[in-house]
């Protein structure tokens, strides 16, 4: 049986994440407009979503959708690169994106090399490189 897996990201405005993850960070998407209601950007092994964070809320319960906050939610997303330079390279692309950058480009305790940035909503992405790091055919991270 095939599989896709896929991220769905809340967001609370479309047109500006659209535009962070196509336009600023090159994420591959065969959506152009800025005011599509759902948007599926192609990421190595995974689909990336952004849907309207209110609209997700009331599907996990129409009735009564889990409360909106900000804040740090306790999860981060990958995005791992195949060699050290690439982590400052994919971190000047989401500071020119609009992204708030929470850690700079620097040595990890695991040998790697390591940064974090928000997302305009305030989702936050670890980009990583680890020396061990292999990936498939499909570039598909292998541990």
């Not at 609370?12 to 950007?41: C, P, Q, W």
């Not at 909106?68 to 390279?89: Q, R």
């Amino acid at each position: 049986m095939n599989r896709m897996n896929i991220i769905c990201l809340g967001v609370k405005d479309m047109a500006r994440s659209i535009e962070f993850y196509r336009d600023g960070l090159g994420f591959k998407t065969d959506e152009k407009s800025n005011n599509a209601k759902v948007v599926f950007f192609n990421t190595s092994g995974t689909k990336l979503e952004l849907f309207p964070l209110d609209l997700l809320a009331k599907d996990i319960n129409e009735n009564n959708p889990p409360k909106i906050t900000s804040g740090f939610g306790g999860i981060t997303l990958a995005y791992n690169v195949k060699n050290k330079e690439e982590v400052s390279e994919v971190i000047e692309l989401a500071k020119k994106a609009g992204a708030k950058i929470e850690k700079e480009p620097q040595d990890v305790f695991w040998g790697g090399y390591h940064a974090y940035f928000s997302d305009p909503d305030g989702y936050y992405w670890e980009v990583a490189w680890g020396p061990n790091f292999n990936y498939d055919e499909n570039d598909m991270l292998e541990f």
